[in-house]
């Protein structure tokens, strides 16, 4: 493991009544090289948990240890952080902003690699606070690289953008991954999470409550498929399968989809618009937490 | 403390100042028009050649003596005699009169060239011959006076907004958390920012000091250096006090509540448009623990009566002794983001 962290805890107001355990005896590990998720939903502690992964917040109890020791000065030069939102100094250019957290750090990465796979190259010298939500993400990602780190953390990093904005940064990602940097994710995306992780992790109540790669979560968890139908086509009669209506559509939840569809054809009900889909990870996370992700 | 680190960082923080355009331009015209307004005032044509107190007890005309007639010379009726008697010693009368009794006498200073042209006005005069009494001390305009407070005062406020407001501001955005995820130091983010602003509030002090200078001649008995390090010293000790400010609050309102409550009392008892000296002795007490009354106070004296900094080893000992102690203080309490 490049990052483990062992009995992990952060506790705010500690030792007086109304104690919140934002983080509550977390323990996992991140391996080289791979992207490892960390899902969860408002409030579930992941936000505190990152940043005490970070070395910016300093855990109740618990260890963090990188490469095998503890974090020390040298832990800051070896990670990137790419915060989920981040003012950076007025006034500066795209391309002395680069300059500038360059010279904080001991090596770099060369800036033209940078510029080119962050695709910054036809706004370098605007200012930052110029350029637009899927620009100024790059940017943040350039930062959290110039200092050629091992690891990298990405809090968040396509919250806001446009879906193609976002995929388009997901192809920076997967760039990145491909230099075998590692990577700390945190999304409120689960398909984000699904295409860019190879393992995540789900908090909710400040503890880990499932763990592995998102298929075989999938697999652990669900053996059904969702059949979607149009609302109105099911009418007010009674079904022998349950279904979950929400927004205009019915979700039945089978294993047997023949079976189901033969019920419904036997009841005259259309197929014109009937989909069939396996399980995401949006519905685990709403098995596990009872919540919904974006809430 | 790695330099790499602090240069970029007062790099930086030095271009965002520059390329603010408008915080620049308050920063290096508000002084100027000031001092110049104030030179207008007090220096402007049309004022008399010279200016001659008269201690009388009948309203002052031609009447009590020939000389009073005399064009070009503003007479105005002076009631203490001992106070008008030290305005010819600081030279800021050329002359006084005292017309009660037989004869009556006149004061001028041996080193004022005014004061000799009177001298040679009044003994040519008709009327009563006057005896002569002397005063010398040194010629002293408001103006002079003035000088030393405002571009002080413009310290002030660029030492504490520019230090206490500025930290608070990126503290709130969040971009001290970013920097506090890099491998910059805390030490090396506070000194980074006080040696940017320094470098800006002295190269804006000495440039606003030499361009009014070429046309207002400010008196300046004492060493230019000793000035400069007297500044020096002081805006280390003013962007300290603000450092204070900033170590640890999150709120820009509050941050600039605390900083009004600071720069205000400080603007009226330190002594920047007028001398605290006859006010009563609590507030010359709560004056003291003001850094600008020290750097005031240090030059004045350089400029209005040539003092080195061998004599000015009380308030530049205060000033460092505050600087220092604002540092650790500061220092030890900053946090780099909202709790």
């Given amino acids: 493991m490049i990052l483990e962290a062992v009995e992990l805890a952060k506790h705010f107001n500690p030792g007086r009544a109304g104690t919140v355990r934002a983080v509550d005896g977390v323990t996992f590990g991140v391996r080289e090289g791979q992207c490892f998720g960390l899902l969860g939903p408002n409030g579930a502690g992941k936000s505190t948990t990152i940043e005490m992964l970070e070395g910016i917040l300093e855990p109740t109890s618990g260890s963090i240890r990188y490469r095998?020791?503890?974090l020390d000065a040298r832990y800051r030069q070896r990670i990137g952080i790419q915060f989920q939102s981040t003012a950076l100094q007025d006034f500066l250019t795209v391309r002395e902003n680069l300059r500038f957290f360059g010279a904080l750090y001991e090596k770099n990465a060369p800036h033209d690699q940078l510029i080119e796979v962050c695709?910054?190259?036809?706004?370098?010298?605007?200012?930052?606070?110029?350029?637009?939500?899927?620009?100024?993400?790059?940017?943040?990602?350039?930062?959290?690289?110039?200092?050629?780190?091992?690891?990298?953390?990405?809090?968040?990093?396509?919250?806001?953008?446009?879906?193609?904005?976002?995929?388009?940064?997901?192809?920076?990602?997967?760039?990145?991954?491909?230099?075998?940097?590692?990577?700390?994710?945190?999304?409120?995306?689960?398909?984000?999470?699904?295409?860019?992780?190879?393992?995540?992790?789900?908090?909710?109540?400040?503890?880990?409550?499932?763990?592995?790669?998102?298929?075989?979560?999938?697999?652990?968890?669900?053996?059904?498929?969702?059949?979607?139908?149009?609302?109105?086509?099911?009418?007010?009669?009674?079904?022998?399968?349950?279904?979950?209506?929400?927004?205009?559509s019915a979700e039945i939840m089978t294993s047997d989809v023949n079976g189901v569809m033969r019920t419904l054809l036997d009841e005259g009900v259309s197929l014109a618009q009937l989909k069939v889909r396996p399980r995401t990870l949006?519905?685990?996370?709403?098995?596990?937490?009872?919540?919904?992700l974006r809430a | 403390m790695n330099v790499s680190r602090l240069a970029a960082m007062t790099w930086a923080r030095t271009l965002e100042f520059l390329r603010d355009r408008s915080s620049l331009a308050w920063n290096l015209f508000v002084p100027v028009i000031m001092v110049v307004g104030i030179g207008w005032v007090f220096s402007g044509p049309g004022r008399?050649?010279?200016?001659?107190?008269?201690?009388?007890?009948?309203p002052i005309d031609a009447s009590l003596h020939p000389f009073l007639a005399t064009k070009h010379v503003h007479f105005y009726k002076e009631d203490d005699l001992e106070g008008a008697t030290r305005k010819v010693q600081r030279h800021r009368i050329d002359m006084l009169l005292d017309l009660r009794g037989k004869p009556g006498r006149y004061w001028v200073n041996e080193d004022s060239?005014?004061?000799?042209?009177?001298?040679?006005?009044?003994?040519?005069?008709?009327?009563?011959?006057?005896?002569?009494?002397?005063?010398?001390?040194?010629?002293?305009?408001?103006?002079?006076?003035?000088?030393?407070?405002?571009?002080?005062?413009?310290?002030?406020?660029?030492?504490?907004?520019?230090?206490?407001y500025v930290i608070v501001r990126y503290r709130k955005s969040g971009y001290l958390k970013r920097l506090n995820a890099t491998p910059i130091t805390a030490l090396e983010f506070i000194v980074a920012q006080l040696i940017s602003r320094l470098a800006l509030i002295l190269l804006i002090t000495v440039?606003?000091?030499?361009?009014?200078?070429?046309?207002?001649?400010?008196?300046?008995?004492?060493?230019?250096?000793?000035?400069?390090?007297?500044?020096?010293?002081?805006?280390?000790?003013?962007?300290?006090?603000?450092?204070?400010?900033?170590?640890?609050?999150?709120?820009?309102?509050?941050?600039?509540?605390?900083?009004?409550?600071?720069?205000?009392?400080?603007?009226?008892?330190?002594?920047?448009?007028?001398?605290?000296?006859?006010?009563?002795?609590?507030?010359?007490?709560?004056?003291?623990?003001?850094?600008?009354?020290?750097?005031?106070?240090?030059?004045?004296?350089?400029?209005?009566?040539?003092?080195?900094?061998?004599?000015?080893?009380?308030?530049?000992?205060?000033?460092?002794?505050?600087?220092?102690?604002?540092?650790?203080?500061?220092?030890?309490?900053?946090?780099?983001?909202q709790s």
């Fill in chain 1, 68 to 70: 095998g020791e503890p």
């Fill in chain 1, 119 to 248: 695709r910054l190259k036809d706004f370098l010298d605007r200012d930052a606070s110029k350029l637009s939500g899927g620009q100024r993400q790059r940017l943040l990602l350039a930062i959290a690289l110039v200092g050629d780190p091992e690891f990298i953390f990405l809090d968040e990093p396509t919250t806001g953008l446009d879906p193609q904005a976002r995929r388009n940064f997901w192809d920076l990602v997967e760039t990145i991954k491909k230099r075998g940097k590692t990577i700390l994710l945190t999304t409120h995306y689960m398909e984000e999470a699904y295409v860019l992780c190879d393992e995540i992790a789900i908090m909710d109540h400040g503890k880990i409550i499932a763990r592995g790669s998102p298929q075989s979560l999938l697999a652990e968890h669900f053996s059904d498929v969702v059949v979607e139908l149009p609302l109105d086509a099911l009418g007010d009669r009674t079904w022998p399968f349950e279904i979950i209506r929400s927004n205009g």
């Fill in chain 1, 282 to 292: 949006e519905d685990l996370f709403l098995e596990l937490t009872g919540k919904e």
């Fill in chain 2, 48 to 58: 008399p050649l010279f200016t001659v107190g008269v201690v009388a007890e009948a």
């Fill in chain 2, 113 to 164: 060239p005014k004061g000799y042209m009177l001298e040679r006005l009044i003994t040519g005069s008709e009327g009563p011959k006057l005896e002569r009494q002397t005063a010398t001390g040194a010629d002293i305009r408001y103006v002079d006076w003035l000088v030393p407070g405002v571009l002080g005062m413009n310290m002030m406020f660029s030492c504490l907004l520019g230090i206490g």
């Fill in chain 2, 207 to 337: 440039a606003v000091f030499v361009g009014t200078n070429s046309f207002l001649h400010f008196r300046m008995e004492g060493s230019y250096v000793d000035l400069f390090i007297v500044t020096l010293i002081g805006a280390v000790s003013m962007l300290s006090m603000g450092l204070v400010i900033s170590a640890r609050v999150t709120s820009e309102e509050l941050a600039g509540g605390l900083l009004n409550l600071l720069s205000m009392p400080m603007m009226v008892l330190s002594g920047v448009f007028f001398s605290v000296d006859g006010a009563p002795r609590v507030v010359q007490k709560a004056a003291d623990l003001f850094p600008l009354t020290h750097l005031l106070n240090a030059a004045r004296a350089i400029m209005l009566d040539g003092a080195t900094l061998a004599d000015l080893a009380y308030p530049l000992s205060v000033l460092a002794g505050m600087a220092i102690v604002f540092l650790a203080l500061g220092a030890s309490v900053f946090r780099w983001r």
